[in-house]
């Protein structure tokens, strides 16, 4: 499946004859792709066999199998990007207004948590215990991902609140109760919201390194911080912690 996704980008080198390939063809392809680094390794991969075929079978010489020059670090990756963390200010103007929109709320959320928006997105109610103060994330982009998240007490209101908001299974929904995707999110609710407090700079991954920050300027142990936010160097298939873990983990990013 990763060489077919990666032979879908390359429509616009696919009728040229190989030994007319350069390698700003390929840097053009990387760089048009859009996509994030793994779909890039793989291409890049693609590319190494493509040319090592080449020059095994005398179809190019050894010279022009230029594929380790490629650069993927940046490309069309779109989490090549900057993350930038929200300011004291910024948390601090969106504490005053949070109450304008039960969305201003999920930025709040995200900070306080350090839950990928797509984790947030996939959240259902049956895997949130308020009571316990934590929730369990099911769906991730990494295995370290799938683990048990600590509720602050801050933001235990708006978790609260969106249990009770509606019958969605989802925790958090659209203005009509559905399930929110993540482009649907990006599109009618993070950029309107950003748009409208003068902070368009930011995107939803920006709060996940906010969290991260925040429990580190509160010298909070690394180990908890990778348990809390699943970072992937944990280095685990599943994340599910003891009752005592969750105590501890709460106590941590109620310190932030």
């Not at 969106?94 to 306080?112: G, N, R, T």
């Amino acid at each position: 499946k990763g060489y077919k996704a990666a032979w879908k980008l390359c429509k616009s080198i696919r009728n040229m004859r190989f030994t007319d390939l350069k390698l700003d063809h390929l840097q053009k392809v990387v760089d048009e792709s859009g996509k994030h680094t793994p779909t890039l390794k793989k291409l890049k991969s693609l590319f190494k066999s493509l040319f090592e075929y080449a020059v095994i079978h005398g179809i190019i010489p050894p010279e022009k199998n230029t594929v380790r020059y490629l650069d993927i670090s940046q490309g069309g990756n779109p989490d090549s990007r900057q993350h930038i963390p929200f300011t004291k200010a910024e948390i601090s103007h969106l504490w005053k207004v949070h109450e304008q929109s039960e969305y201003y709320d999920i930025v709040l959320m995200l900070i306080y948590s350090g839950v990928r928006i797509s984790e947030l997105l996939n959240l259902k109610k049956e895997d949130v215990h308020l009571s316990e103060r934590w929730f369990f994330v099911r769906q991730s982009k990494t295995n370290a991902g799938i683990r048990s998240v600590p509720i602050a007490k801050k933001v235990l209101p708006f978790f609260t609140y969106w249990m009770n908001k509606n019958d969605c299974e989802y925790l958090v929904s659209t203005t009509d109760g559905k399930h929110i995707t993540y482009r649907n999110y990006i599109d009618s609710y993070w950029k309107p919201v950003m748009k409208t407090l003068d902070m368009e700079k930011h995107m939803p991954h920006d709060t996940r390194h906010t969290c991260i920050s925040m429990m580190t300027a509160e010298k909070i142990d690394e180990r908890f911080i990778q348990k809390i936010v699943g970072h992937k160097g944990q280095n685990v298939t599943q994340q599910v912690y003891t009752h005592l873990e969750i105590e501890e983990l709460i106590q941590e990013i109620d310190k932030i």
